[in-house]
């Protein structure tokens, strides 16, 4: 891997604190920003919408077949479009998609459809200039970027998460989509071997971003051009 080039997979439970997280981690190191929650909340929304339960695996498959899927960039951020459309935010972050997206999410044939995508997201950065990529979700240091720059796995006790929703007014079962997420059989919510535990519950968005920031410095920091 190109040590010129930065990955870093950012992994967590639901309201963790990714997203802010990783947007202002890709604006202070110029990196191409993913959100593969928003992935899995655009395949949920493309299924309701086409009325497949995710109990019927075959037909998942068969409905994503024929689902041509895309990268558009809005700034740093890497949006996915199914069918030539992305998705709104208000599609994505509906209650009827919160409550639904981690059932599909433990569908393999939707985490099979998704993989190549997310690997191919670093190709995508490396092709608009950015210096590197970071990736947040679940399964990012443990399947799809096991080999990334830098991995962390982000933490935050129940107020904190509970709070956080409850700013962004969002109804959101936190703790039944974490419990969902942690005991299916492909791609459990995991810290993975080797990946850096940090507890947000007690810093500020800043702190986070310093300390992200400073570790992605020791990563690199020795490392030889190939
Ligand atoms: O990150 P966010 O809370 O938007 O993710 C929505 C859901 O997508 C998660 O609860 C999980 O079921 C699924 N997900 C996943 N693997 C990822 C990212 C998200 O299973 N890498």
Redesign the pocket.
Known sequence: MNPDFVIIAV?GG??SG??STSRLVAERLNLMHV???????AV?FALIQAGVSPEDEAAVAAQLRGLPLDTQLDGRSARISLDGKVPSDDE??SDAVNAA??P???VPAV?QFLFNF?RSQADVARQNNFAGLIM?????GSV?FPDATLRIFLEADAATRAERRAAEGQS?SIEQ??K??SS?KT?P?TCPEGAIKIDNSGMTLEEVVDAISNLVGTSTAGSTKN
């Open positions: 992994d639901a309201a990714k997203s959100d593969t929650g928003s992935h899995y909340r949920t994505l972050r997206v981690s599909y999410a433990a985490r997310q947040e979700g679940r399964d990012i799809i959101d989509r974490d969902i997420d299916r791609a919510l």
